[in-house]
C-alpha cells in the first residue's frame, strides 16, 4: 500500500536559518503530494501541494518538487521566522480532485527560536 | 464562513460508554473524511464518504461506525470506547474538483 517517510523531529532551528524537512513516498500509481501544516491548537491547513513530476509547489516562501526518480518532495525554506513554529505533514493522494483519501507521515514538530 | 466545525472540542469517557464525535461542513463538499492523530504515527484514516449515503472503510475503522444522511454532516461513533481510542480525532471534506482537504480543529478525546 500507500505510505510517506518523513524526518523524524522535533527540529529546532534559529531564526532565519535555511530549513530541509525530507519526505519520500510509496505509491502504485502517480500520485499527487502534499505538505500541510498544523499550528497550535488547530486543525492541518494545506501548505503547498504538486500534482506530477517535476512540479513544484510553493507557498509562504516555503517550495518542494516532485521528484519521481527519488521519489521525494523535501519541504525548504531559505529564512524561516519564529511564525513558523508548527508541526508539518507530507501527505499523498492516489488521485488528483476530492482527496477523501490521504495517506500521511508522521510529522515533523520545528520550534524557530528569536 | 465556518468551514469544518467540530464538536466537542475535549471529551473524556469511561471504558464501555458510547458517544458521537459531531462533524459539519458548510462548503457543500462531496468528501468527508475521519482521521486519528497519535504521536509518532501521523494521521490515519477511519472512515470516509463519497457522498450522501456512501461510506466505506480506512485504515484504522474498528470501533468506530460512521453514516452519511446530509452532505453537511458526517458524525463518527464510538460504540463502546477503549482506551487504545484515546486520540485526537480530525474530521476534513474536500470538493470533487479541487486538490485541497479542510480539516476541523479536532476532538481530543481521552478513554479512562
Known amino acids: 500500500g500507500d505510505s510517506v517517510t518523513q524526518m523524524e523531529g522535533p527540529v529546532t532551528l534559529s531564526e532565519e536559518a535555511f530549513l530541509t524537512i525530507n519526505c519520500t513516498y510509496t505509491?502504485?500509481?502517480?500520485?499527487?503530494l502534499f505538505w500541510y501544516v498544523q499550528y497550535p491548537g488547530e486543525g492541518l491547513q494545506l501548505l503547498l501541494k504538486a500534482t506530477k513530476a517535476d512540479d513544484k509547489g510553493s507557498n509562504k516562501g516555503f517550495e518542494a518538487t516532485y521528484r519521481k526518480e527519488t521519489t521525494s518532495f523535501h519541504l525548504e525554506k531559505g529564512s524561516v521566522q519564529v511564525s513558523d513554529s508548527a508541526v508539518y505533514f507530507c501527505a499523498l493522494s492516489e488521485r488528483n480532485f476530492g482527496n477523501e483519501k490521504l495517506t500521511f507521515g508522521t510529522g515533523t514538530r520545528l520550534t524557530i527560536i528569536p | 464562513n465556518a468551514g469544518v466545525t467540530q464538536t466537542p472540542k475535549f471529551q473524556v469517557l469511561k471504558t464501555g460508554q458510547s458517544m458521537t464525535l459531531q462533524c459539519a461542513q458548510d462548503m457543500n463538499h462531496e468528501y468527508m473524511s475521519w482521521y486519528r492523530q497519535d504521536p509518532g504515527m501521523g494521521l490515519r484514516l477511519i472512515h470516509y464518504?463519497?457522498?450522501?449515503?456512501?461510506?466505506d472503510q480506512g485504515e484504522v475503522p474498528n470501533g468506530y461506525n460512521v453514516s452519511r444522511s446530509t452532505t453537511e454532516d458526517f458524525p463518527l461513533r464510538l460504540l463502546s470506547a477503549a482506551p487504545s481510542q484515546t486520540s485526537v480525532y480530525f474530521c476534513a471534506s474536500s470538493s470533487l474538483s479541487g486538490y485541497e482537504a479542510f480539516f476541523g480543529q479536532g476532538t481530543r478525546l481521552t478513554v479512562v
Open positions: 464518504s463519497v457522498g450522501a449515503g456512501i461510506t
Open positions: 505509491a502504485t500509481g502517480y500520485p499527487s
